[in-house]
């Protein structure tokens, strides 16, 4: 498997780019933000079936995607988001979520190790799982135009 990344280093990177594709950068800096997908969500907010970026649309949205098969999530990356809900609780312009994208470790990265990840964590915002349509890799990292998680 892929070595995973601490957080802070990957916002660094999607946010400076890497300058490794001279095709098209990774990320969407600049750009309206895609649409999520996940086959599965919990803790969504009451009458919503999915996370949906345009509900939200000028708040701060704050999209934390993971892999439950890399420890450094558990390490840093959870904590990291837990504190920054708990500081950002009562804010009304500011929403969170987090994702679960699958490009490999499919047999590991379930839902269930998701909603486990997130609640070892004492994380109670939207939690989703994306598999990608078909049991192929995550179609929200397709359209953030990534190569890997976050």
């Given at each position: 498997?892929?070595?995973?990344?601490?957080?802070?280093?990957?916002?660094?990177?999607?946010?400076?780019?890497?300058?490794?594709?001279?095709?098209?950068?990774?990320?969407?800096?600049?750009?309206?933000?895609?649409?999520?997908?996940?086959?599965?969500?919990?803790?969504?907010?009451?009458?919503?079936?999915?996370?949906?970026?345009?509900?939200?649309?000028?708040?701060?949205?704050?999209?934390?995607?993971?892999?439950?098969?890399?420890?450094?999530?558990?390490?840093?990356?959870?904590?990291?988001?837990?504190?920054?809900?708990?500081?950002?609780?009562?804010?009304?312009?500011?929403?969170?979520?987090?994702?679960?994208?699958?490009?490999?470790?499919?047999?590991?990265?379930?839902?269930?190790?998701?909603?486990?990840?997130?609640?070892?964590?004492?994380?109670?915002?939207?939690?989703?799982?994306?598999?990608?349509?078909?049991?192929?890799?995550?179609?929200?990292?397709?359209?953030?135009?990534?190569g890997g998680t976050p």
């Amino acid at each position: 498997m892929a070595r995973c990344l601490p957080i802070s280093l990957c916002i660094v990177f999607a946010s400076l780019g890497n300058g490794l594709s001279a095709v098209r950068p990774p990320g969407i800096l600049a750009q309206q933000v895609p649409q999520v997908w996940a086959q599965a969500w919990r803790n969504l907010p009451a009458g919503e079936g999915m996370f949906d970026v345009q509900v939200h649309r000028g708040k701060v949205m704050v999209l934390f995607f993971f892999q439950s098969w890399c420890p450094g999530y558990h390490r840093r990356g959870f904590p990291a988001l837990a504190a920054t809900v708990a500081r950002y609780r009562d804010a009304q312009d500011v929403v969170f979520a987090a994702m679960q994208t699958v490009f490999e470790g499919f047999l590991v990265d379930t839902p269930e190790t998701a909603w486990s990840s997130a609640a070892q964590s004492g994380l109670q915002i939207s939690i989703g799982h994306d598999l990608g349509p078909k049991g192929t890799r995550s179609l929200t990292m397709k359209r953030f135009h990534r190569g890997g998680t976050p």
